[in-house]
């Protein structure tokens, strides 16, 4: 039976991935995305650009609103509450039942809450979503004592954005240095110290409790029994999928909605992507989700080929980015597991880390400000070309010549 109808539940960078390669790829029917917050906009510069002013809402928008009449695409804002994956059909907030051929549940995910006492409290704040970021922009002020929880991506891209605003900030995480499996310890360590640098406070300790008094002070205990005083409460420390509509609905589950090598749950009606999809392979292993801007672009790339019955696309070793105090990071592979890791260094300061397996296969690579060479990294991982460790710690060696 040909296929006439598409909802998609949600419309982050994976949803609207899908459709847009949908239409690209021919699919000339019924093509609906449900998101509560309406037009699908992009999230990374919820921490950066938007935060700080720098970019307003329309301009975080991952296409003009205008785009979606074009293409013939009805976007509902609104929220998906239930899923019959046998009609197949999905029940919006308001009741109203959208009935589909197939349907794709782009759900993400939600922050993950501190669990310990206080972690719940409303002033305990995240960073999700547009409204989140304005509300945080609201708090932070000159003077203002922000307490980040969780120095990784978004605690660290945060901290760097709430010095212009002349807050103070202290970053706490149980780890010294975050992100080693992300970059290597040496790069790890070099970012870390920028926070010293720049006057944000490293604390290295796990809390155990946050409360606030009558003049929204908030007190957060460590397990040692100090204790850190704070105006604000961010807490960064990932997110959850969002697994309760296909868990309901009796899809299968596990820390994300299962699905196959082309994004397929376990009823052939449904297909999951982005942050909620976690991939389980023919002989049952499960992969570990992905939360990454550049997978969930992928996905429902994936996606779409798979609801045409057209070749499923190829994609390269994972890759991610983010900012920092006037740097870009970017990475891709696997700086974690076993093999050498190999630093690069430029007049004895670490700019690149490098994973090679004990076959001599690159795995993995990191960078600070050096884009070109982890686009070459990753040409050289995708052809699984062997690597020599002593040219990859020169500098006067051009990365781009060694993966031709």
Known sequence: MALESVVIAGGGMAGFTAAKSLRAKGFAGKLTIVDPEGIPYDRPPLSKDYLLGHRDAEQIQLIDAGWFADQDIEVIESKVVDLDPEAPAVTLADGTVLHADKVVLATGGTARRLPIPGGQLPTVLELRTKQDADHLRQVLQPGTRLAIIGAGLIGAEVASSALSFGASVTLIDPVDPPLVPAVGEVLARRLHQMHVANGVKLVTGIPTEISVDASGQHAITLADGSSILADVV??????????????????????????????????????????????????????????????????????????????????????????????????????????????????GIPVAAFRVTDEGLLAGCAAIDGGLLVRAARRIIDKNKPVNVEQLADPTIDLKKLAR
Not at 261 to 274: C, D, F, L
């Open 234 to 347: 961010l807490v960064g420390i990932g997110i959850v999928a969002d697994t309760a509509l296909a868990a309901a609905s009796g899809l299968d589950t596990d820390n994300g909605i299962l699905v196959d090598e082309s994004q397929r749950t376990s009823h052939p009606n449904v297909y999951a992507i982005g942050d909620t999809a976690r991939t389980r392979l023919s002989d049952g292993t499960l992969l570990r989700r992905a939360e990454h801007w550049e997978h969930a672009m992928n996905t429902g790339e994936t996606v779409a080929a798979a609801l045409l019955e057209a070749q499923l696309p190829t994609h390269g070793a994972s890759w991610f980015w983010s900012d920092r105090h006037g740097v870009h990071v970017e990475g891709v592979g696997s700086m974690l597991g076993d093999g050498t890791l190999v630093t690069r260094e430029l007049d």
